[in-house]
Each structure stands twice: as structure tokens, then as C-alpha cells.
């Protein structure tokens, strides 16, 4: 039987700080703005709320550049209003998760002004710095583009590594000191008053420091990083370390960020003895992210997309998303192109929520929010699209396919501001918004969709309430999943049971009606239709169409 942990039964929510909600009209989301929608979440049904980055930082890649861990960015607010939003949250009864990012800081953070004042002092040691020779730099390319290796400031014949932007360089694990600095402030953290972390990028922690080349992968003759990440072994070390020393006395949750396409960490990294609490199913949204472009531009498949989903939701309780800040909305990626409707992005959502694992909301996802529009390269604010765009390039796309491409899948598409209202800007900001708003705000906003009894708003309230209901809430948080008519292509089902309680999820994820005898009668008790058709012992599933049926 599963262990219980408190935070099975809860649901989870993700907040990108620069864009939920602006207090003081200077364009960027801050805390105060975020205290302001408590009750809405509360409202909505989430328990636990993980915020983006909001550490000092110079923002090059949005607060994943720290510049000093303990304290807030002064867009954001200041540690009073982190006092007050902890106080706030634990009101609620609600929980907090800050981002966790220590795979790398910010050129600026004091280590590294350090470093480049000193290379072979205590903080140098921070950091990988080596000597320009015959392997430095090598050739591996950096998650962003160009080389991992950047001259060091200063030091023509010293390089450091960054293995995503040259302003974020990497720190270096290696080092016991580093590590000692990095459990102080952790614990700090979460003496503080928060009740656990997303774990940025940590897959990057552990290099192969023979610093050996790999095959290139690229006209650039350059090779991406996540080849030696993926072939570099003894990371279990590190993760094992900040566990005991600062994630287990304090009992938090964690959510490990972590790209595992093959599954097979799952026991080390989140089973019973894992370093993790869970760890992002990120397969759904990014199957084949490590495997080139060309898997990425297939067009949508209900029958891929499932069963990548059912050949791992057996191996552990994941966290399971539909979409992050990384990622393009879910309803613009996982529903095919012409069938967005309040059905399609209902069955979607469904999914999200009623699979095993603990659900996590990206913000806006609660209303249906979709990928913007983009003019030009210039609209775009993210570091990481340069390289997005040249790797289109190199893969032999003209430069109208290779817009196409990043304006698809850019980062920018989940950041642009919440849409709280049909007002000016959206009601995000009384100024400029850092990010535009999109062009749907008038038909998409959470104000319309608070009046609508049928709206994706209030489904998705309802669908929380249901999940976590007296009477299921148990059997969605602990229980088994079974795959069932999987020779049906269009049909996304799955029977959860625990004790002696059985429910069947079914849903038709197509656009066309699909009539599909059941196996098994049972009470409705959850739907995305007014109504249900049965037809002798079928079932006429009209297009999108979610019913839930208890088999006990
Ligand atoms: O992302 C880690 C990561 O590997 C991403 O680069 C990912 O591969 C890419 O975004 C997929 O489109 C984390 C954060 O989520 C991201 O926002 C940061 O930019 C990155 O770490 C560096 O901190
Ligand atoms: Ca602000």
C-alpha cells in the first residue's frame, strides 16, 4: 500500500511572479499582488502554491539568476512581504514552495565578483574554473546556446562554466564548502516558515570534470550539455547529502525538476527512500525534448500522448503538469489546432487532476489561457529564444518556419500577464505590462468566467472540489491506476481504485462523436456535458465529452 504522505490529497499550483498580478502599476507582478489572490486560489481549491524565483536577481533569465538567496527582488517587494505572504498562506491553511535554483547563480551574486577578483581563492573554488588548454573549452553547448565555457573577466587564459546563460554561471558541487553554504541557506529558508521547494535544473549538479567531447549534434560543431548530463553518473551523492542535511529535519516537500524521459530513476529519486517528495512528469508536455527538433514538430496525438502517459503513471507518484513557464500553454499544445472549445480544454484539465500524482496548475490554465500572438523576434523577452530560433535555422527551416517554430513553442507564450479582466491591460497592471498581454483577454478573463455558471473556471472548481471530495478524495490520492480500452485511439481511459472502491474515467479526446460499449455499468457522478447518453450497455460519447462512472 502507498505511504500517505499529507500532501497526496492536495493540489498544487504554480505562480510566475513577474506575471500574475501587479500591485503598484510598475508593469511587474510582485507580492503584495500575489497576497491579493489568495482567496481566489483558496476559492479554486489549491492547497499548495509553488512562486517562481523571486530572489534578488538581475533578471536575465527571469529570477533564475540569483544574486543573493536571502533576500526578495525589489520589483517583487521586500522580506516584510514574504513574512506577511508566509503569514497569509498558513491562514489559509495553505502551503508554500519557493524555487529552489542553486545548480548556478548570477555573475553578480557576491561569490562570483569574488571568484573573478580571486580565481584561485576560496570563492574561485565556488565555481568550475579552469585554465585554457587543449581541452578547455571543450564542446559542449549550453542549454541556451554558444559555449558552456565564457572567459573569465579579466583572466584571458581562464574560462567558467555556465551551462545555461554566460550570467548564470554553474556552481560547483564538487566543493564542500559550497555545498555547506548552500544547506545554511535552505535551512534558513525553511526556518523561515516555508514548507518546501521546486528543484530547479538539478539534473545539472553533477559534471563529467574530465571535461571529455561528445559527438556534435550541430553545424556548430558543438554538442548539447544534456549529453553528458544524461551519461554522468554519481549525482545520487549531492541529492542524498541536501536531503539529510536540510529537506528530511525539516519534513518538506519537494518537487524535483527533473528530465528522466526512460523512468529509470524513478525509485531512486522519488520512491519510498527517494530524494525527492515527487518529481515533475514532464513526458506528457516535452516527450522527446532531448531528442532533436524534428519529434517536436509532429502534429498532436491523442494515441502517443496517452500512452506515454500510462506507461509511467505506475512507476510512482509524480507531479503531474500540462504546462509551466517553460512550456507552451497546454491548450494550445495538447488540444489539436481548431478544437479549443470549453469540452476540449474540460477533458484536458480532467486529465491533469484525476491521473495518480499530485496535480499542479500553471497559472491562467484555470481559465483556459492560450499561446499569444508574436510579430516579430523582437516581441520576444526570453534569453533562451535566440538559440531556439538558430536551431531551427540549422536544421534547414527558412527564417518564416523558424518564427513559426519558436513562437509555437516560446517560452514568452506562458508569461505573458494573467487575464483577470476585460479591462486595460487585462487588469494585471494600472501601467505597461513587462510582458504584452494577450489579444484574447476580452473573451478570456477570469472576471466573465466568475459570472459564468458554465465556464472553464468553474469547472475547473468543480473538478478540484471532486477530486478532493469526502467521498473519492482518497481513491484519487492513493489508489491504483489501470489503463482500460487503450485499442480504442481516441479514447483516454483509466479505472482508479482503492479498497473496495472502483471508479472508471472516461473521456473521448477527439472531435468526433465515439459510441463505446463498456464492459462495466456505473453510477455517473462527474461530467463535462449537461448530459450523458447510454444506448444499451454503449456509451455515445459526444466530442471532448468526460464522464466519470463508479463501478463500486
Ligand atoms: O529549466 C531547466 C531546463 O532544462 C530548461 O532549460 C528547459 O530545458 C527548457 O526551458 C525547455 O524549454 C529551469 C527553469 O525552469 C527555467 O525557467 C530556467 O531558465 C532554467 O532552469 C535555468 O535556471
Ligand atoms: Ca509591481
Redesign the pocket.
Given at each position: 500500500m502507498m505511504k500517505q504522505d499529507w500532501w497526496k490529497k492536495k493540489v498544487a499550483y504554480q505562480i510566475y511572479p513577474k506575471s500574475f498580478q501587479d500591485s503598484n502599476g510598475d508593469g511587474i507582478g510582485d507580492l503584495p499582488g500575489i497576497i491579493s489572490r489568495l482567496d481566489y486560489l483558496k476559492e479554486l481549491g489549491i492547497d499548495i502554491i509553488w512562486i517562481s524565483p523571486i530572489y534578488q536577481s538581475p533578471m536575465v533569465?527571469?529570477g533564475?539568476d540569483i544574486s543573493d538567496y536571502q533576500s526578495i527582488d525589489p520589483c517583487f517587494g521586500d522580506m516584510e512581504d514574504m513574512r506577511h505572504l508566509v503569514d497569509e498562506v498558513k491562514k489559509r491553511d495553505m502551503y508554500l514552495l519557493m524555487d529552489l535554483?542553486v545548480?548556478?547563480c548570477s555573475d553578480q551574486h557576491p561569490w562570483f565578483q569574488e571568484a573573478i577578483r580571486d580565481p584561485f581563492g576560496k570563492y574561485g573554488n565556488y565555481f568550475y574554473i579552469e585554465k585554457k588548454s587543449d581541452k578547455i573549452p571543450n564542446n559542449w553547448r549550453s542549454?541556451f546556446g554558444g559555449s558552456v565555457w565564457e572567459p573569465l573577466p579579466g583572466h584571458k587564459d581562464l574560462y567558467y562554466l555556465h551551462t545555461?546563460a554566460k550570467e548564470?554561471p554553474d556552481l560547483n558541487w564538487e566543493n564542500p564548502d559550497l555545498r555547506e553554504e548552500i544547506y545554511r541557506m535552505v535551512n534558513w529558508w525553511l526556518d523561515f516558515g516555508i514548507d518546501g521547494f521546486r528543484i530547479?535544473?538539478i539534473m545539472n549538479i553533477k559534471k563529467n570534470i574530465a571535461w571529455d567531447n561528445y559527438p556534435a549534434d550541430r553545424p556548430d560543431g558543438l554538442v548539447s550539455v544534456s549529453k553528458m548530463l544524461k551519461e554522468t553518473t554519481g549525482i545520487g551523492e549531492f541529492l542524498g547529502e541536501l536531503k539529510g542535511r536540510c529537506f528530511e529535519p525539516h519534513n518538506a516537500l519537494t518537487v524535483g525538476?527533473v528530465?528522466d524521459p526512460t523512468g529509470e530513476r524513478t525509485e531512486e529519486f522519488i520512491g519510498e527512500e527517494g530524494y525527492f517528495s515527487t518529481m515533475f512528469f514532464f513526458d506528457p508536455i516535452?516527450p522527446f525534448?532531448h531528442d532533436g527538433l524534428e519529434t517536436r514538430l509532429q502534429t498532436f496525438d491523442v494515441k502517443i500522448w496517452r500512452d506515454i502517459i500510462f506507461r509511467k503513471q505506475k512507476q510512482g507518484f509524480f507531479a503531474n503538469v500540462i504546462e509551466?513557464?517553460?512550456?507552451p500553454r497546454g491548450a494550445s499544445l495538447l488540444i489539436p489546432e481548431g478544437d479549443y472549445s470549453f469540452y476540449s480544454v474540460s477533458a484536458l484539465g480532467s486529465i491533469n487532476l484525476l491521473l495518480r500524482g499530485l496535480p499542479f496548475l500553471y497559472q491562467g490554465q484555470e481559465i483556459g489561457m492560450t499561446n499569444t500572438v508574436f510579430s516579430s523576434l523582437d516581441d520576444f523577452d526570453d534569453t533562451?529564444v535566440g538559440d531556439q530560433y538558430k536551431e531551427a535555422i540549422d536544421f534547414g527551416y527558412t527564417p518564416e518556419e523558424a518564427f513559426a517554430f519558436v513562437s509555437r513553442y516560446g517560452?514568452d507564450n506562458a508569461r505573458t500577464p494573467v487575464q483577470w479582466t476585460d479591462g486595460e491591460q487585462a487588469g494585471f497592471t494600472t501601467g505597461i505590462p513587462w510582458q504584452k498581454v494577450n489579444p484574447n483577454y476580452k473573451e478570456i478573463n477570469v472576471e466573465a468566467q466568475e459570472k459564468e455558471y458554465g465556464s472553464i473556471l468553474n469547472f475547473y472548481r468543480r473538478l478540484i472540489a471532486f477530486r478532493k471530495s469526502e467521498q473519492y478524495g482518497d481513491l484519487f490520492a492513493y489508489g491504483d491506476m489501470n489503463a482500460k480500452y487503450e485499442s480504442e485511439d481516441t479514447i483516454f481511459a483509466f479505472e482508479r481504485s482503492y479498497n473496495d472502491q472502483r471508479i472508471l474515467f472516461l473521456c473521448n479526446y477527439s472531435a468526433d462523436k465515439k459510441k463505446l460499449e463498456l464492459e462495466e455499468q456505473g453510477n455517473v457522478i462527474f461530467v463535462n456535458y449537461p448530459q450523458t447518453t447510454f444506448e444499451g450497455n454503449a456509451i455515445c460519447l459526444k466530442p471532448y465529452e468526460v464522464v466519470v462512472l463508479d463501478l463500486s
Open positions: 533569465d527571469q533564475y535554483v545548480n548556478h542549454q545555461f548564470q530547479d535544473a525538476e528530465f516535452v525534448l509551466n513557464h517553460d512550456q533562451a517560452r
